[in-house]
């Protein structure tokens, strides 16, 4: 593993001021101080000081967190309402959580240790996927689908889905199947307020290789292996 990395895993530093560190000489590999970026070293086997302290990687945790709607993504709220981390276990709630969704958004929420990760996989450059089923008020336009795919001016540019399907649920009512490639603040509540429709129920049921599925809302889980490994692949991945 690349030295910064194996110092952002540890919650040390990002890994760009790791290099800093490095850098400086305030790191040393089995007793020798490294100053050349791009050194790697055995996570299990490697003696890595820095200022003079024994530096231990974490173990990596990913948790998918069912986020129920009225809950704020953050830490503490001023006004005192439910955060997402009211939810976890006190072991988690130093986490990160990897993007946010609105107060009034339910659904996929991931949070992990692995800063560095995280942020990669919200740069626009990794194009992850995100799936929403959302729930409409009637009316609906005939050409809401159309519409749709020919993108929506909003106030910090066009937004257009990559995919999207309207249908209806057994009861009769209409349901918008969406998946976007970006994260931008409440991009789904915008378009379909440019375009005049109201929304019942908004919720996030896919973030990349990361399904819902059945998980109660408010409820949480531990990813598993292949979801956190593909996960890292799609976090290094570019255009």
Not at 42 to 61: F, I, K, M, W
Not at 90 to 111: A, I, N, T
Not at 175 to 196: D, K, Q, S
Request: proline share 6%; net charge positive.
């Amino acid at each position: 593993m690349r030295l910064n990395k194996f110092l952002s895993r540890a919650g040390v530093a990002s890994r760009r001021a790791a290099d800093r560190m490095i850098g400086e000489g305030r790191v040393r590999v089995d007793g020798t101080v490294v100053r050349e970026l791009g050194v790697r070293v055995d996570p299990d086997g490697s003696l890595v000081e820095v200022d003079g302290r024994r530096v231990r990687l974490a173990p990596a945790t990913w948790i998918l967190l069912h986020k129920p709607p009225r809950v704020v993504c953050t830490r503490r709220d001023p006004r005192g309402r439910p955060t997402v981390y009211d939810l976890l276990a006190p072991e988690h709630r130093g986490l990160f959580h990897v993007g946010r969704l609105d107060v009034m958004s339910e659904g996929v929420l991931l949070f992990t240790n692995e800063g560095d990760t995280a942020r990669d996989l919200l740069h626009p450059s990794r194009e992850v996927t995100r799936r929403y089923r959302v729930m409409l008020r009637e009316p609906v336009p005939d050409d809401l689908v159309a519409r749709l795919e020919a993108g929506v001016e909003l106030d910090d540019g066009p937004a257009r889905p990559e995919q999207v399907r309207l249908g209806r649920t057994r009861a009769g009512r209409p349901v918008l199947r969406l998946t976007l490639r970006e994260g931008r603040n409440r991009e789904i509540r915008r378009m379909l307020r440019a375009l005049g429709v109201g929304i019942r129920r908004l919720r996030r049921v896919g973030f990349g290789p990361v399904e819902l599925g059945r998980l109660p809302a408010g409820r949480w889980r531990t990813l598993e292996a292949g979801e956190v490994e593909a996960l890292r692949t799609q976090s290094e991945r570019t255009r």
